[in-house]
């Protein structure tokens, strides 16, 4: 299809039994990577210094929050400088850095990372219109995939179509195929003139993986392998076309249906375009997290871009568009080309159904931060990855805040 490629090495959180806060912990690592296996090993270095720092974060925000596991990476360049995993998967199972989870929105950066690697390779112009891929689509001679990547269409999001919540919540292991929830989009009117502000709506999204299908002749999950995985060594990270999660598995549970319940295995095909609904593990995270933030797959223009798209001062909550969907965009905090850019650091915050994670990347330390967390019966509503990753962030980078809201 094209040449080969070779690299060095959000968003809003997406909408049973009493499993018992387990006190169980793998023990903290340094120094050389492990080949291949994400595991973590006991070092006589992690006594004291940044290793124990996070690990006494992990294990004070574990209790903190009811959390039944927190999963966390954290490593300066290549180097590790601490990989580990507090509490139970399920009742007597320990949790394991080794364990897969849902990794939600990392989809839609690898996308927009994609994409941006084709404008690179000259394949597509990122001005060109959605009608030129996709000319069924309502709007679609006044979209263009820039919108689409910098969440710029107007395009109302289902997710906040109340059929469709009642739905979800009813049936929570539907398949929903692209043709279900772009039916839904469009029964609603644009939120705004295309490229005129910014809202944050997964149909982008949905949209944007089935433009790259007509744009490369390929499946989705062939593109982002190619153009993104295999470049930057996620070995362990892979499609979902099933709601199957590949062994060993991380489980999730939530109160989300008033009942605190499993849900490792409910139906995730709505949460974003078929061939990027993806689990990986804690080292894949960490390892996503330094490859998009050094712009390790695309050149600097597109690098650029991809940091900001042009949303700076966009998205004005309103009555048709109310937040965190059309939140103001500011130098400071703002959604770029697939990821957020707060402040110093470039992230995304995945959330699904009981699961809940953070990869986070400072280019000022090479620090990257990966975190995923799954509730207990107590825990909040909100992504607790995301305040132990801000808490791990004071610690070791105190001069660079990391904030997600």
Partial sequence: ????????????????????????????????????????????????????????????????????????????????????????????????????????????????????????????????????????????????????GSSTSGIHDYVTDPVFLKELEAKPFRQWTPADTLAITSKHPLWYKPGTSFSYSHENFQLLGAALEKITGQPLDQVLQELVLDPLGLHETRNSATPEIPVPALHAFTSERGTYEESSYWNPSWTTAPGAVLTGDICDLATSARGIGTGALLSKEAFRTQMNPGTVGLGTPTKECPAPYCRKNTEALHFGFGVLVLRDWIATNPSFSGYAAVSAYLPAQELSIAVSVTKGPSSPEDNSASTVAERIAEALAPDHPLTFG
């Avoid at 954290?74 to 320990?94: D, E, F, H, K």
């Fill in 1 to 148: 299809m094209r040449r080969s490629r070779t690299a060095c090495v959000c968003a809003a959180a997406l909408v049973a039994a009493v499993l018992p806060l387990g006190v169980g912990t793998a023990p903290a690592a340094a120094g050389a990577e492990p080949a291949r296996k994400c595991v973590s090993s006991p070092d006589p270095r992690a006594a004291s210094g940044q290793a124990a720092r996070v690990l006494d974060i992990a294990r004070a925000s574990q209790r903190e929050f009811g959390l039944n596991s927190v999963v966390f990476r954290v490593t300066t360049g290549q180097r590790n400088i601490v990989t580990g995993a507090l509490g139970t998967s399920m009742t007597g199972v320990p949790a394991d850095p080794a364990m897969h989870f849902r990794t939600g929105s990392v989809g839609i950066v690898y996308m927009a990372t994609a994409l941006l690697a084709l404008v690179d390779e000259g394949q597509v112009g990122l001005d060109d219109p959605l009608s030129k891929w996709l000319p069924d689509v309502p709007h679609a001679d006044e979209i263009t995939l820039r919108m689409l």
